[in-house]
């Protein structure tokens, strides 16, 4: 294997690009591939083996593609070069191409969390609304389910948000589920397209329900979403957390600021993470207003809140 450098000629803003401030793009790069990355002018010199030079060569070109069309490029877009590097075309964790395109995170919290999804059995999502934390967990189930890695994808929610239960919705369980699990299927029809999400449901390979239809179960050799769940109670989040069965994983996702439980003290999403952060194979992944990726007045609704809450001595 040879390690004579590769130079790569380059525009100035894309060697500008894969550098990043205080050459933290290029550290990134380095600590990928174990190869060394220099940027003598006019482009960038790659030295390593011939497998990760070349993973690294094709790293560098997707950045500084997307420089040259005058487009950021942030921490984030340097993982997902790099995961589409290392994947052969795939995105970062086996995420699926959705109608707008690749799916791929936006922030550098993003990143982790997908990186963390990859590599724990059983991960927690924390922060606000709008931080993508739902969809790029029904994005990285979406792309296990495709690659059969997993035979299902369960995404299951408390029967209690606003104030109301399903109980008092018309219709069978389908019907009453459905409309409350909208953001869900607005997010897998975006990923999947709604025929194959038709064709899966009806095969059982997708499934929606409420919490309480979990008890009793084994999941085995599936991808479970739990959604909304700082209104699972203490004695839900065990129930649901020991339904882990063989060749499974699992997403939890909330956000501690919006318990909607009569007993705001029987949430069980802070509690479970208290118990579990630093359990071999569980991540926990917080996000913050920054990574906020809605409209922008919803960063600064979510800040101006933060600010009350800091302010009347509360932490989350």
Same mark, same amino acid.
Not at 15 to 44: C, K, M, Q, W
Not at 124 to 131: E, K, N, R, S, V
Not at 185 to 195: M, R, V
């Given at each position: ?26 550290? &990134? ?115 296990? &389910? ?72 084994? &999941? ?23 339904? &882990? ?20 003290? @029987? ?23 920054? @990574? ?25």
């Amino acid at each position: 294997m040879s390690r004579a450098p590769e130079f790569l000629p380059l525009s100035d803003v894309a060697v500008r690009a894969v550098a990043g401030a205080n050459s933290r793009h290029v550290a &990134l790069i380095e600590d990928a591939f174990g190869v060394l990355v220099e940027t003598p002018g006019g482009g960038v010199s790659l030295s390593g083996d011939s497998k990760s030079r070349g993973q690294a060569k094709k790293t560098v070109q997707a950045i500084a593609a997307r420089a040259d069309q005058g487009l950021e490029v942030t921490e984030a877009d340097v993982r997902v070069a790099i995961g589409q590097a290392r994947g052969g075309g795939t995105g970062a964790s086996g995420l699926p191409v959705g109608k707008r395109g690749q799916v791929a995170p936006k922030t550098p919290t993003q990143a982790v969390y997908l990186q963390a999804l990859a590599n724990c059995e059983l991960v927690f999502g924390l922060g606000p609304a709008g931080t993508g934390k739902t969809f790029l967990a029904v994005a990285h189930g979406a792309g296990l &389910l495709l690659r059969g890695a997993v035979d299902r994808l369960i995404v299951s929610r408390p029967a209690v948000e606003a104030g109301e239960r399903l109980g008092f919705l018309p219709g069978d369980l389908t019907e009453k589920v459905d409309p409350y699990m909208a953001p869900v299927w607005e997010a897998l029809t975006d990923i999947l397209g709604g025929e194959q999400l038709r064709r899966r449901r009806e095969k059982g390979e997708i499934e929606v329900a409420p919490i309480a239809f979990l008890r009793g179960r084994t &999941l085995s050799h599936a991808f479970v979403i739990v959604d909304e769940a700082q209104n699972v109670s203490r004695a839900q989040m065990k129930m649901v957390l020991t339904r &882990l069965g063989e060749g499974a994983r699992m997403a939890v996702t909330g956000d501690p600021t919006q318990i909607d439980l009569s007993s705001p003290n @029987d949430s069980g999403l802070a509690h479970a993470v208290a118990l579990l952060e630093g359990v071999k194979g569980i991540g926990v992944t917080r996000f913050t207003a920054e @990574d906020v990726v809605r409209h922008p007045l919803v960063e600064r609704i979510v800040r101006a809140y933060d600010a009350d809450a800091a302010q009347r001595g509360r932490t989350v």
